[in-house]
């Protein structure tokens, strides 16, 4: 086991995965980077992926991981070490032509506060070209902000769900446009107020 | 069918009956198995049209429902869009599942609107028009519904909960043209059953 340096600024790291924390730069902050990682999908591609992560002591974040269409998709946050060791690191599992890795430093922006009214836009109907852009580019022209995102293809039905954070009183007028749209596209489209449990 | 607890106090307006009575399926006559259609089918997205619950084509569409219902594995609920026909009929059983409390057997309803819907629950729904999808929809786990009874066009209420509430708001959510998909709880509420590789 390597040895853990003394951390400066432990105040966004989980309690239970400090002793993952080899270490971190005199200002993590300025080594965030973004990370994906997709491939056919098989036992393992996680732990791999994460074992390199910890061993350099990247401390993951936020990410998202999950099999599209017999792809493993990985998308992550982390801070730590330096684009250029994490992707000498991780090329070894790539080796194969199976995965493809790729890492580039991002610009730490911090948490953006919300500002907008969460809803839940879900369409489906027959697969066409063009039913995302189509959909989100009126959620767009209504200053609505994407927050997520999934889309799912089964047989010929299309099925596309967005988490959405709208400009505050914009939800009425979308609604008329996004039924607009669908129209226009021959799938159905609902939008309602996410409704978050507080507990 | 068993008795409900903590019945709410309910004030049915005149010649609304509470339960279903004497009312039995095999009053129906006998059904066919029909074709059930999958999404985008554009019939499970259009609102179903009032019927007249005492007329012929209506009695033999619910028996039809519930012929259907019983011959395809795991289906607690079919409603008229899911066979073809845009009209505001289902047929609902949730006999023997697990998450059932109140249970008022098989039995079809015409017409059927929400009167009452309190304790909302997230949970996971599934629907033959949706055969690869399953989904995460709150719906109200406490439910008062009103309709008519196909044949005798007797308006009834049902009070209910659990599962058979969760059943009767997606069958009335049919009638309406919409599906399951339609009230997901977010971008990651969406399961797929097979997995295409």
């Known amino acids: 086991m390597m040895s853990r340096l003394s951390v400066p600024s432990v105040g966004h790291l989980r309690a239970g995965r400090r002793r993952q924390v080899v270490r971190i730069g005199q200002n993590a902050r300025m080594n965030e980077l973004a990370i994906t990682v997709i491939g056919r999908d098989r036992p393992g591609i996680v732990a791999d992926v994460a074992e390199v992560l910890a061993r350099l002591g990247a401390n993951l974040t936020d990410s998202t991981m999950t099999r599209l269409r017999g792809h493993f998709a990985m998308t992550l946050i982390c801070v730590g070490p330096t684009a250029a060791a994490v992707e000498t690191a991780l090329a070894p599992l790539a080796a194969d032509g199976q995965l493809l890795a790729t890492v580039r430093a991002v610009t730490p922006d911090g948490a953006t506060a919300s500002a907008g009214e969460p809803h839940v836009m879900a369409v489906h109907g027959a697969d066409r070209m063009g039913i995302v852009a189509a959909m989100t580019r009126v959620l767009a022209d209504a200053g609505g902000n994407v927050t997520d995102l999934s889309t799912r293809l089964v047989g010929s039905l299309y099925v596309v769900v967005a988490e959405v954070e709208l400009p505050p009183g914009a939800a009425d007028a979308l609604a008329g446009r996004l039924a607009e749209a669908a129209a226009g596209l021959g799938v159905e489209v609902t939008l309602r107020p996410a409704e978050p449990d507080l507990l | ?197």
């Not at chain 2, 019927?51 to 039809?64: M, Y």
């Not at chain 2, 039995?107 to 996971?124: I, P, Q, S």
């Open chain 2, 1 to 197: 069918m068993t008795g409900v607890p903590d019945q709410p106090d309910l004030d049915p307006p005149a010649e609304t009956y509470a339960g279903l009575g004497d009312w039995v399926p095999e009053v129906l006559g006998a059904g066919r198995v029909i074709p059930v259609v999958s999404a985008p089918n554009a019939v499970l997205s259009r609102a179903g049209a009032e019927v007249d619950p005492t007329a012929g084509e209506t009695v033999q569409l619910a028996a039809d429902l519930i012929a259907t219902m019983r011959v395809s594995p795991g289906c607690v609920g079919l409603a008229a869009p899911q066979v073809g026909v845009a009209a505001q009929v289902f047929a609902v059983d949730v006999t023997g599942h697990p998450k059932a409390v109140t249970l008022h057997g098989t039995f079809a309803l015409c017409n059927a609107r929400v009167v009452e819907a309190t304790r909302w629950k997230a949970g996971r729904e599934g629907c033959m028009s949706v055969p690869d999808l399953t989904g995460d929809v709150k719906r109200a786990s406490r439910l008062v519904v009103e309709g008519a009874l196909p044949g005798s066009g007797k308006v009834v209420q049902l009070v209910t909960d659990g599962f058979e509430a969760r059943a009767l708001q997606h069958e009335i959510d049919h009638c309406a043209g919409l599906l399951f998909l339609d009230r997901v709880a977010g971008a990651h509420a969406i399961y797929q059953r097979k997995v295409y590789l």
